[in-house]
Every structure is written in structure tokens, then in C-alpha cells.
């Protein structure tokens, strides 16, 4: 079986899996990793977003072998170590706004709103409202109103 | 029996607040609640059953006999455990649990460990989550534990400074007295703790004494959640249980007939198992992607399904012809109409899954459970296995809007386990959870409103709806009290329909009545069941009596609901939203009213039904109107974390704008359509309204009612009552876009779609 190697939350791991298993399967159901969560499985409820190389990415719809040994794959367990503390901003602006009811989509939610932050910021600009609609991340407690606040918190403090 | 307490036992209000407890023989300080009274039966003779005794009175009384069973435990490390016999399935029960005992014991809430009982069949009817009945429920049990614990400190650390009772104090979890370094309550718990199982009688904290019930707290798992610690089912690591899915028929509950290419499957990447089961055929592997590849290798021959060739057209027709005459028309005038309300998911964003391992005349559980009891049940009756035999862990659920009060995927589970031999992990895709799951029914609402001056003279509402099983305990519980409560020998349905529904306004002669067609689809009560169809029904048409009345809508309400409490949630959304503002031409304003679990709410939206907001495009979505506004009150009685019921109030709201504007499932030829998120169109963030103001009322009944589910009727209601005011046409199918098909099936066969291999493509 093929080896595939390459960097989680700041480790490099190695995997014998095939090609084409997606790695979203290859965190959760090998590695053990089990901060991004499947809603779908097909790119469209977005639980399962993590970052690659820094950005948002959906690894249930990456397959392994796309993935090389340098590339940087953090999940949410990671997140806190890109910025050296703790908890990452972000994550203190979600418990400050109590953002979780159930918690299942709030992995991939905060993956989400790092990720554009950073690209708004890379923009020049900052979050706008239509940014903030833009989001697709579901989220079937309906804490949306509360993401919205927390991400302009968060923001304000990365 | 002894008497801890310290003031005397006295009349009136302590005498309400006064009652029996135990003291646990253990090695550590383990009290528990004794229940000696009955909660007050008074309430005036009235045709409506809701009057005297409401579904939340009965759960309660259900709850009595065996609340002695709950137990605050100290721990040496100073923390304090409960094992809470419910489900967190987001809701915030552990938080508010905490919070009561944090309370009478006067520990701080970081010391609470609120942990989720495995299934306790002793407990009888007292392990059920839903109706909004937990905090009603559990609210004086959980308070007498705790404040028994507090007393036993107390003694505890008098006796060992060599003080007099009234010298120590409990505060922060540390036990002072004057001249001596604290103890904390750790160091106390062996020494507090009872050789003997004693009975104890404790005096309540009083209201004006609570310093956290009723303050705004954050959620005890908070932190879990945003670093991904929260462990739900499929995060467990249990030994063996490896990824299971089953590949499941074309048409609802369709049945397998052959499989023609097990042996290959088995050979495929991965997998170790393939095998029939009553639902379809289960295959195991190493991932959950190789399942995915062997489900959709699968061929397999099935039979028809429970609701062969059935689209919605012929579902309404069977509606149309179950339902009750209205009777004669009046000859007043009257507002005469009937609603439609389409299929609805009520699938949460964790799909149904569940972990088993089944060996050796034994059986081990792990799932999201709301009545884990009787799942308990039905699992060791399908295993062929006595209940003592099966372990039931409840785990922390991924939402759950009614679908935890069954336990399909545990079912599943087992069967699997026992015929393989093997530990399962066993999960259904997002595709299974939309077109197999449990659906809230379709129905028709058919409402005649008689009128005449100003005066409404009758209200009568036929409700006539596809079955909603009710199969997971709450039936058994009603059959267990049906000679306790007001409504004689009715369905298990329709006990629940009468003790649910209210009329809150002075409408005349009201009544209300349900009849169920058609057993063929997989269905469950829904968030906030028969109330949000209902109270959308009903508002609408009170919206139109007013019109016909000249009246508006606001103040016609505001001059037929029948409590103060009704009027004050009713006002405040009125005058926090500026009801009556002027608004351009196609936006409105609705606003709605909705009372149950001895709540009360009120919601007053506004919707923007311009072009240019209906035309928004974004892709692979239904944008539609858009609520640009939202002001919610609600009255609990008491609010025991005002934080916690703003969150369950914006979930309503998300509920209630999805269930009229956008969500729904479409059934075609035994099947439905949808099988994604981008299929069924739940609110995404570019449908939630930008401007949302939510009001707690301060305590007035001053005990909790229900809310996790409060917020969704008149949510759904206003949304609908701005719509017609917005378009000048009063909707009657709901959700509004039901009619337009927004996106492209996916097929039927393979059941489940192949995750995609682009994602590389959409970094960003
Ligand atoms: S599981 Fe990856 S987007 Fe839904
Ligand atoms: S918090 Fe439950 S799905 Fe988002």
C-alpha cells in the first residue's frame, strides 16, 4: 500500500493508505484526529474545513495523494500553535460570544473565519457583510447570528 | 431521620421550598433528591385540556416516583458530579444543570462535572429528553441533592474545626469559619460523607437569594467545542469499531432482495465486511471511505418500498380525504381556509450513527439518545439478549431537533455487530439522513374563523396529518398516566396534540382537533412538533380577521390574548421592532405570538421581498426574501441562564425562517429528492437577518417553563405574516418556495453520492 506523508498541526506524519482515499478519512479514521467533523461528504456542509498551507480547505474532498510532504495541514486541534498561545483568537471570541450549542459544525466554522479573515486582510479591507453571507458553513443549531459577531470580535484581535 | 436544616420549618414560603432528600451510604459525599410533593394541580375547569394540565405537567408527574435516583456526588479533588438522565444535544442542559447545583451548594460552576447517565431502566419515564420538560423536570430534584450536599459540608467542617454550625460558611467552594484557614470542599467529601442512607430534610435557597440561577452564563463545554475536544459518537475510540455504512434502497424503506456482487465488495480496498440487514447491506472498513466506494459498488435487487410510487400530490390527496368535516358553515361571515405544510427533515447536522459491539451474550451501546431506555429495550429484544445484558452509554449529540428521541442507527448498529462478530463504528450519509431519515409529516391545516362586528365567535382548526410515530417512550408514558389526565382514552397522537396546542386568544367557542393518515413513512416529532404548522395556520389567520376587521394586526392581538403575560412578550416586540414603521413598498412586518411549556413568546420579523433581495444569486442556493430584521421576547417563567435561552431562541428563528421561506422535502415516485445541504435548504448565513434583538422578560412565574423548542411556532408565523403583508397575498403552502425545484436530484442508485476530488481547486 502507498505511503503518504506529510505535515499535521505541525508533525510530520506518514500513512499506508490508498491513493485515493480522501483525507478527511485519512485524519479521522487512521490518525485518530477528530476535530474536523463529516456533515456531507461532499464539499458542501463544510464541518469537516481545516487549512492548507494556511487557507480553508475541505479534505473530504481532497484525496491523500494530492496532498505532498511539505504541505502544512492544520485542523483545529493545531489552530492554537500557528499563533504560539493556548487558544487562538478566533476561539476566545467564541467562547466570549458563546457562539457553540451543539458544537459539531463549530470546528469547521472557526476554520472558516480565520481563513477569511487572513484573506480579507491580504485584501486590505475588512469584513464586510457580504463576506460574512458569504459564509456556507451550515449550521443547523442556527448560531449564525452569534458566528457573525464572533468573527468581527476575532477579527479585531488577530 | 434527621433535620439538618437550619431555620425552622415554617409556613408559606419556606414551607414551599421545603423538602425530603437522602444522604447515599458511600466513601465519598453522594446525596440525592427525594420528591415528596405533588406540583400544585389547580387550575379552573375549562374545555381545554391545556388548562389544567399541559404536556409539561404530565412528564413531571411521570418524573415523581423515581427522582430519588438522582445524585450529586463530591469529589476529593473538590469538583462535584452529576450524571444528568438526559441528552445535551445542544441545547444547554448540562450548563443550566450546573448551574443549579453551583447554586444551592455555592461552588463555583468550573467545579461542575455534568456528565450524561448511561440508559437506568430503574429510572422508568425520568431518562426521556423532549417537550422542553428537562428543566421543569429537574429543577427541584437536582436543587434538594445539591443543597443536602451543601448541609453535609457544613456539618462536616463545623465538626472538624471544633466550631459551632453557625460559625463555618460555605463560599467558592471552600468552607470558612472565623480564625481558621478554609477547607475546601474536597478535603471535606470523604469526611461528609454517610456510612447509612439517611433521609434529610433541606430548606431551598429562596429566589431572592440566587446569585446564578437567572444570571447569563456561558456554556460548560464551551471550550470543548472550539478545540475540538467535545467527543461525539464517531470521535469515541473504541477498540475494533471500525467505519460501517449501509448501502440503503432507491425508495423509502424499500427491502433487499438479492445482492448480486457481495464477494467482490468484500475483495474491494478496505473493507472487511459486507452483510444484509433489515434495512439494507452493511459493509465495514477500514475508513468511511472505503465504505462510501463499497456502498456504491453494491449491487443489489429491492423490493418496494413503504411508500411506492407515492409523489406529494397523492399524500395530499390522502390528506384531503382523512380529513374531518368543519360542519355546517355559519352564517356570519368567516375566514375559511386550509394550508398546506410539505415534508420536513428533521436531520441534524451529526447524522444518525452509532457505535456497538455485540459478543458473547453481551452488548455495549454508544449513541446520542433521548430515550435510551426504551432504545435499551428494543436493542436486547432484537439481539434476542436480556435488557441487563446491553450497556447504554448516551454521548454528547451533534444536534438533534426530535431526531435522538429515536435510536434507528443504534438499532442498526447491533444487528450489525451481532452478525459480523465485530465492533462497529456505523454512520449514515448525509444522503441516507435526508432521503431515509425521519421526516416531520406532511399536513393540512384547515382553520374557519367566525366572526361578526369585532368580535371573533369561533375558531376551529382540523388539523390532518401524515403519522407521527411517537413509538420512542413518550406513548409508553402517557399509557402509564392515561388515567391520571383529562383527555380519556385518545391516541398516543392526539393525547400529545391536545396537551400541546393552546388557544391563547379570546376567540369564542375553540377547538381544535387532529387526524393522522398513512403509516408509510419514516417519521418523529420535529422541533417544536405540531406547533409551528399550527400557530403558522393560526396566525395568518388572525392577520386576516384583522384586515377584514380594519384592524391592525398588533393591537387586534394585543386586545384578544387572555393573559398579561401574553401581552407583555406581545408588546415588547412591538416596541423594540417599531412595529407600524413605514417600509418601502414589498417589505413588511410581521408578528406573531405562540405559547407552550408555560412560555410564552413573541416574534416580530421583517421580511424584504423586493427583487432585488428575492434575485440575489448565489450559487447552489435560495436566497428568496430576506428577514432583514428580528425582534424575539420570550417569557420562561424563570430564565435559569438567560444566556443559554438567547441561543435556543436564535436557533428557533433559523428554524422558523427555514420552515417558511425555504425548507422542505420534495417526494417523487416512493422517494425523496433531496440528499444534500445544497439540496435541502435549512438557513445559511446569507437568509439569517443581519438585525436581531432578543429580550428575556424578567422572572414571572418565577419557575422554568420550557425553551429549547419555544421560539420555532411564532417564528414561522411572523416570517409567513410578513410574507403576506410584504406581497398582499396570504401564503398557504409552505415552505413558500416549495413549488420551484432549486436544484438537480442526485441519483437513487448508488444511494449515497462519491465525495469529490477537486477540493485542492477551492483553497482559499
Ligand atoms: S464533510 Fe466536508 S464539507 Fe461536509
Ligand atoms: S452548533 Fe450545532 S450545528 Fe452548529
Known sequence: MPKHTFRLNGRQVAVDVADDVRLLWVLRDLLGVTGPKYGCGINVCKACTSHLNGKAFNPCAVPVKDIGPTDEVTTIEGLPDTVGRSLHPMQEAWIERDVAQCGYCQPGQIMTAVALVRRVAAEGRSITDEDLDGIRNICRCGTYSRIRDAIRSGAAEM | MTDEDLPPPAAGGFGRRRFLGYVLAATTLTTAAKLSIAPSAEGIVSPQPTDFLDLNDLMTVAALPTSHLITVNVNTDGTVSFALPRAEVGQGITTSTAMLIAEEMDVPLDRLRVTLADARPELLFNQLTGGSNTTIATFTPIRVAAAIARLRLLAAAAAELGVARSDVTLRGGVVTAPGHTGLDIGELAAKAASSRTEEVRVTLKGREDFTVIGTARNRVDALAAVTGRKTFAMDLQVPDAKPTMVCRPP????????????????????????????????????????????????????GPGTAEGKSDDDVIAELRRAELPMGLPPLTPTVDTRFTFHFRSNSALETNCAIADVSGGRAEIWSSLKSPIVAKQKIAAKLGLPVSAVTVHVTEGGGSFGRRLFFDAALEAAEVSKKIGKPVKLMWHRADDSRQGRTHPMALSRVRATYLGSSVLGFKQVHTSVATDLGHGLGEMITALAASIPVGDLAFSETFFQLSQTMPYDFGVSNRVLNETDKGFNTGSMRNVYS?????????????????????????????????????????????????????????????????????????????????????????????????????????????????????????LMDGIALALTSSLHLRDGHFLEASWDNYFYTRQWNTPPDLQIFVMPPTTGDPGGAGELGVAASMAAVACAYGRATGTMPTTFPINHGVLSFEPKPTVPPIPQSPTDGLQHVR
Open chain 2, 532 to 652: 409551528p404548522d399550527m400557530t403558522c395556520a393560526r396566525e395568518l389567520v388572525v392577520d386576516r380577521v384583522a384586515s377584514r376587521m380594519r384592524k391592525d394586526p398588533y393591537q387586534f392581538r394585543r386586545g384578544s390574548l387572555r393573559s398579561d403575560r401574553a401581552r407583555a412578550v406581545l408588546d415588547k416586540v412591538a416596541e423594540a421592532g417599531s412595529w407600524g414603521r413605514r417600509l418601502p413598498a414589498g417589505v413588511a412586518q410581521g408578528i406573531a405570538f405562540h405559547d407552550e411549556y408555560r412560555s410564552m413568546s413573541a416574534v416580530l420579523v421583517e421580511l424584504d421581498c423586493r427583487p432585488e433581495a428575492v434575485g440575489r444569486t448565489i450559487r447552489d442556493a435560495v436566497t428568496g426574501p430576506r428577514v432583514t430584521k428580528a425582534v424575539i421576547a420570550a417569557d420562561v417563567g424563570l430564565a435559569v441562564n438567560p444566556r443559554g435561552l438567547e441561543a435556543q431562541m436564535m436557533g428557533c
Open chain 2, 251 to 302: 425508495t423509502i424503506n424499500g427491502t433487499v432482495r438479492s445482492v448480486a456482487n457481495a464477494a467482490t465488495v468484500r475483495a474491494m480496498p478496505g473493507v472487511t465486511d459486507v452483510v444484509t440487514i433489515a434495512t439494507g447491506v452493511a459493509v465495514r472498513a477500514e475508513t468511511f471511505g472505503q465504505c462510501i466506494d463499497a456502498v456504491r459498488a453494491l449491487q443489489v435487487s429491492w
